[in-house]
DNA sequence: GTCTATACAAGGATAGAC
DNA sequence: GTCTATCCTTGTATAGAC
């Protein structure tokens, strides 16, 4: 059943793996043909042209990331518990993206280089974008309201630039880990945790350690 | 003086500008040509193939930035100083390239998907880039040291880990701003700083403010 | 739905005149 | 040093047969 899927799915996901790992630049449609065993004019059965597959592409993975967080946040009731399964969700998509793309979660995988590369292509592909964003912002400014509330979270952070922050401090550590060798998510996320609560938390919250208990995964590992 | 700029200097100045808004694969050597009024043949005068003006791109780009941070390093003693000083030079840096690329720096200009497109074309070039990565985590892990001799910062905390956990947090902030319109380096750089050395300072230590006099900005600029 | 054949444009690169 | 002319390859995309 599931080893049947459609040519159109495969075109897709062919063109995606190609896409993460030599850009889309490089990847003509003659290679996303050969690597699924048909002829290049066969692609524009399914797709009008190459922008379609890139736009399909952008789309079809943000969809499915923003599901996946929706469904974890749902999960988890309290601020910390929250911030640990989105930054997890995210970390797991891009491990999920590496193990597609290559067969092994070793090898890092750059989304933002893609979304940068994309957004020449065409401003639907920009909106789509910054909307995945501006969802998550408004996520984590929702979380850290009701930690206010809680009293778990301090009162006087700026819910707005604090939000960007913790995007962005995700993003960073994805985005160094595909340029520097000596960068792994995988080593840096305890850390990282723990320094994002430590500067979000009320001041008379108790220590807690480890909230979530997440997956231990073997440090070659680069997720 | 400065006028009279050899031609082979025009054409890696108007390669850099192309290379960093359209990317490297859309900026053909006619484009490069035409943008500084000669003809494509010409540059083959001056380079041996588009390989080599990336190359010489990416040198000439770290060279500056490296030689930059460790003038500005050498003005400062204090740790929180250093690590402010290394942030706002690699700010700063980006906000020069800004002006040059779109003649004024409202525009976010992405060093990474930069680098991460390099990569792919000649292993020389990643070594390049992994070299400053690395550069930059020596520097920082020398300033961490430092630091806790000093009783300024923790001793409990990983060199290796924080030093790699400060590298992706500017970068980060960088990167977003270029994907994310409400991500902007001049509103949040404040902030980071201030949770930085947060997480970094000995307990005991007092609390000051505002270490580094900075530039104020204007908040229309990206920067 | 997939193929062969082909049109058409654009890119990197070289030869050789000036 | 810069040009015109040209080569060769590759890319996107279409027409039309099977």
Excluded at 25 to 53: C, R, V
Excluded at 103 to 117: A, E, K, M, T
Excluded at 176 to 188: D, F, P, R, T, V
Aim: hydrophobic share 35%.
């Amino acid at each position: 059943m599931s080893k049947n899927i459609s040519t159109k799915d495969k075109i897709l996901k062919a063109s995606l793996q190609s896409f993460l790992t030599i850009g889309i630049d490089q990847t003509s449609l003659n290679l996303i043909a050969e690597s699924i065993g048909i002829k290049k004019p066969s692609i524009y059965y399914h797709f009008k042209s190459k922008e379609e597959i890139i736009t399909r592409c952008v789309d079809n993975l943000l969809d499915d990331l923003e599901h996946r967080i929706d469904l974890s946040l749902n999960t988890h009731t309290q601020p910390r518990e929250q911030i640990e399964a989105l930054y997890e969700c995210i970390i797991d998509f891009h491990s999920g993206l590496s193990i597609l793309v290559y067969d092994n979660s070793s090898q890092p995988v750059n989304l933002n280089s893609f979304f940068q590369r994309c957004m020449l292509e065409h401003p639907s592909i920009q909106k789509r974008i910054e909307s995945y964003y501006h969802t998550l912002q408004v996520k984590l400014i929702s979380i850290l309201s009701s930690g206010q509330k809680q009293g778990a979270i301090k009162n006087s952070l700026n819910k707005e630039i604090v939000s960007i922050d913790l995007i962005s401090r995700i993003e960073g550590m994805i985005n160094l880990s595909a340029l520097y060798s000596n960068a792994h998510i995988n080593l840096q996320r305890q850390g990282l945790y723990e320094t994002v609560w430590d500067s979000l938390k009320a001041e008379q919250q108790p220590k807690k350690k480890r909230i979530l208990d997440y997956k231990s995964i073997d440090l070659g590992r680069k997720w």
